[in-house]
């Protein structure tokens, strides 16, 4: 019965979603106040009814209610509550659910938020989110509906992909989806702006704190998978360049490229065109990673058994939406080339550089990802592109970008003097090369390559970072109290950039001095690796609620003094009849060690895999402070100010843009 | 320098940069480019020599042996036409099973023996590579209407 609430609920929402779509669209057009005041509401009350679908099939799993289809399909009654819950989003149907209620949700967020706007361009936003919501919804009531009534009911269901039987699974799908679906705010905002003819510099405002959110959570979703991968698939790896994960990859590229070029569109009313291109892309990319994600087109680590025909109908969507907003962007787009003027060397050319980098860079990994697409669609042959691709291609495009950034957050805005920059970052250039002076001493010029670049452009950029504080707060006659006086805005974008700092040292230091080893061990083997025994003390049974486990127990210690006690175990599912790996880890700021188990062998020995990694923690270390650089990039109050100020001109402008 | 001169500059900058991403792009596609071949394929003889490839198929049952000591494992593959024996010596990935459909990466010794690098299965125990269902495909259709 409440499996039908859902259903209806989703028909409902979908019907509202029409409403929300159509209505303050024409009446934007047409000036009609009336039809636009139907935007809210409509938007509010289809976010009422997900959310009520979502907690109908919520209810499902959490009273496994196994006449579902989707729930027997990906739960059972021996799975933890937590995991049952989590299991909404364990295949298809359910992450698609997720999928409309953020998308429900950000919209609702913008009626509440979005107060001090125009009328017409508030309306338009919103009937754009509305569109896209109609798309997906559709999508799920006519392809992929979770709740479908399986009769007779099994009497058990067929339990959730051990895989994702994990805390950090839990959490990394809502937080990516948050990040996607956010950038299709910063989407709607375009072709508002585009729609209304209002290219100027408030929309590039109003845009900014909507897209570092998503760009946020889009930052801490990566991170989360990297590290669920780290440590729950077994290989210790954090980074495959696999399909699924470049799909999210690419949107926080050119999501990155976006934030940076909408701070130049707002301050100095450049780049208006290339913003708006990037907008419509990082929305369009996003599409893209849903779509690659759940057509099993690719051959991916992460690709669960999918369904290619509904590939079909969420590509034929991404050409309706991405392809209607590219038509709007050459019909309507901003005509005059002839925007602000700025010198080479500025901040402007810098962040253009940049965003031209990271475009590059997308670029790169999207051939990569689809190239071997391609290649068989035409019969050509099966291939596939392997990671040193994408090591090869990103390490050349990411140096300059590095030494750009230091450069591009230290340059004036409009005109700065070449000398005046190399005047005032001589320390910072004499920090690089104590650091390069230092690791080559340390490492040896030859071998140590990767480890000198990765360090020096660290150092680059946290010199940079300090350099441009210290700048900053000269100018005041009290330093000390204008370091605490920094703006938010200033914060954040210093925090973010220590964050890609710390992540480079991660990466470098983990990919260049990480050690793994493979080998057969029996209880009181020890083998020696990086300066740490590693000793296999004894393995016991270790059987859960709904598997049944071997437990193996690794003594560690450092020239004869323990330092961790490790436990890795093997775990069988025995409803999927699936075998999973839980790494032993001691995790440490400077390195963490790492023990595996492969297979049973004979006479109680295992396959085991010992790794020492350096740093990698680091990796997501960097991840939060990018993360966090950008919410305190939000909490600025110039974004509230500014919405004060249009509330006091809501009237005008409101009248202005009912006019147009 | 003029707005004309300006414009001049940085479109040649733009280009040059495009240029030169878009050499990198192509070397190391060159050098990092997979092929997939099944058993049927090899048999054939379609596979370029002393290339890395990734061969793919079901491992057959009862194929799988390992080398008493150390971690060396033998198994064979088979697209259902032809087999084809492979040696990989590491941790073989969980859902590594007889009769699941698997890839393997790496090349052929001189003794005509497949030497894996790597061997990846999927996530999902319903789950085959796409490259092994079109092999497999392959062979029943070939099977079904023999000319």
Redesign the interface.
């Known amino acids: 019965m409440i499996a039908e609430l859902g259903h209806f609920a989703l028909t409902m929402a979908l019907a509202l979603a029409v409403l929300q779509a159509v209505f303050p669209l024409i009446g934007a057009q047409r000036g009609d106040v009336s039809w636009m005041s139907m935007a809210k509401p409509a938007a509010r009350a289809q976010c009422v009814f997900v959310v009520l679908a979502f907690a109908a099939l919520a209810h499902a799993f959490a009273n496994n209610d196994f006449s579902l289809a989707y729930v027997a399909a990906n739960s059972n009654s021996a799975l933890p509550l937590a995991y049952r819950l989590s299991a909404i989003w364990g295949a298809h149907e359910g992450s698609l659910l997720l999928w409309v209620l953020i998308l429900a949700l950000w919209s609702a967020a913008v009626t509440f938020k979005s107060g001090g706007l125009p009328m017409a361009f508030v309306s338009r936003v919103i009937a754009v989110m509305g569109i896209i919501s109609v798309g997906f919804l559709l999508f799920m009531l006519f392809t992929s509906n979770p709740f479908l009534r399986q009769i007779p009911p099994p009497l058990d269901g067929a339990d959730l ?1 051990p ?1 994702l039987q994990d805390p950090g699974l839990i959490i990394h799908p809502p937080v990516l989806y948050t990040g996607y679906v956010g950038f299709s705010v910063a989407f709607s905002f375009a072709v508002a702006a585009l729609l209304g003819g209002h290219l100027d510099s408030a929309w590039a405002r109003w845009a900014r704190p909507w897209t570092i959110l998503a760009w946020v959570f889009l930052t801490f979703g990566i991170a989360l998978g990297s590290w669920w991968a780290y440590y729950e698939l ?1 290989w210790g790896g954090w980074w495959f360049w696999d399909p699924v994960e470049n799909a999210s990859f690419m949107p926080w590229l050119l999501g990155t490229a976006l934030i940076h070029s909408l701070a130049a569109t707002e301050k100095r009313d450049v780049f208006k065109n290339w913003t708006i291109l990037l907008a419509i892309s990082v929305f369009a990319l996003s599409l893209l990673g849903t779509f690659m994600v759940r057509s ?2 690719l ?1 991916s ?5 999918t369904d290619p025909t509904r590939g079909v109908f969420i590509l034929i969507f991404l050409g309706v939406v991405v392809g209607g907003a590219l038509a709007l962007y050459a019909w309507r787009g901003p005509r005059s080339l002839a925007s602000a ?1 700025f010198a ?1 060397t500025s901040r402007e050319s810098f962040l253009l550089a940049n965003s ?2 990271l475009s ?1 860079a997308t ?2 990994v999207l ?2 990802t689809l ?1 071997p697409l391609v290649i068989d669609a035409f019969g050509l ?6 990671p ?2 994408f090591n ?2 990103f390490v ?2 990411m140096t300059p970008l590095v030494v750009l950034l230091g450069l591009g957050q230290f340059a004036h805005w409009k005109r700065d003097h070449f000398d005046r920059l190399l005047a005032a970052l001589k320390y910072p250039l004499f920090a690089c090369v104590l650091i390069a002076a230092g690791t080559t001493a340390m490492v040896g010029a030859v071998t140590g390559v990767e480890a000198i670049l990765g360090l020096v452009l660290a150092a680059w950029i946290v010199s940079t970072t300090v350099r441009g504080i210290v700048q900053r707060c000269r100018r005041r006659q009290r330093p000390l109290d204008a370091l605490l006086d920094l703006p938010p805005n200033f914060v954040g974008q210093a925090v973010a950039h220590l964050g890609v700092a710390v992540t480079i040292v991660g990466i470098t230091l983990v990919s260049a001095y990480g050690v793994d080893k ?3 061990m029996a209880p009181g083997d020890a083998v020696e690796l990086a300066g740490y025994e590693f000793r296999f003390d004894a393995s016991r049974d270790a059987t859960g609620p709904n598997y049944a486990g071997t437990e193996a127990q690794f003594t560690v210690r450092r020239n004869g003094r323990q330092v961790a006690i490790l436990t890795a175990q093997k775990r069988h599912y025995a409803v ?6 839980e790494a032993g880890i001691d995790a440490g700021l400077t390195r963490d060690l790492y023990v ?1 188990l ?2 049973p ?2 006479g109680g020995a295992w ?3 010992v790794s020492v990694k350096p740093f990698v923690r680091w990796l997501w270390l960097g991840a939060i402070l990018m993360g966090s650089g950008g919410i305190i990039a939000v909490c600025d109050r110039r974004f509230r100010r500014v919405i004060s100020r249009a509330t006091r001109g809501s009237k005008d402008a409101a009248a202005t843009a009912g006019a147009t | ?1 003029t ?1 004309r001169r ?1 414009r001049m ?2 479109v040649v900058l ?1 280009l040059a ?2 240029g ?2 878009t050499g ?2 192509l ?3 060159e ?6 071949y099944s058993p049927s394929e090899v048999a054939a003889g379609e596979v370029p020599a002393g290339r890395s490839f ?1 061969l793919g198929g079901l491992v057959v049952e009862g194929s799988v042996l ?1 080398s ?4 060396g494992v033998w198994f064979t593959l088979s697209d259902l036409a032809e087999e084809r024996v492979v040696y990989y ?4 990935p ?2 590594f099973r007889e009769g699941q459909g698997i ?1 393997a990466k790496g090349q052929f010794n001189n003794t005509g023996l497949f030497v894996a690098e790597e061997v ?1 299965a ?6 085959m ?3 092994v269902a ?1 092999a497999l495909e392959k062979t029943a259709a070939a099977g079904s209407n023999p000319q």
Do not use: C, W
Not at chain 1, 301 to 305: K, L, S
Not at chain 1, 576 to 581: P, V
Not at chain 2, 122 to 127: A, C, G, I, S
């Open positions: 992909n895989l077994g099993g087109v051959t680590v992460h690709a669960f058994a003027d080479p031209v980098l590059v670029a790169t051939l990569g190239y042959g099966k291939i596939s592109v392997g040193p691709y090869a291609v050349p495009v493979h080998l057969r999927r009849n699936a075998t999973m790996t595996a492969g297979e062998l004979d396959s085991v895999r | 320098m707005p300006k500059v940085s733009v940069g495009m030169v991403a990198l792009i070397t190391a596609f050098k990092n480019l997979m092929y997939f990734r390992r008493p000591q150390g971690l010596e590491g941790i073989l969980d859902l890839i990846l999927k996530h999902d125990e319903n789950y590579p796409p490259e079109a």
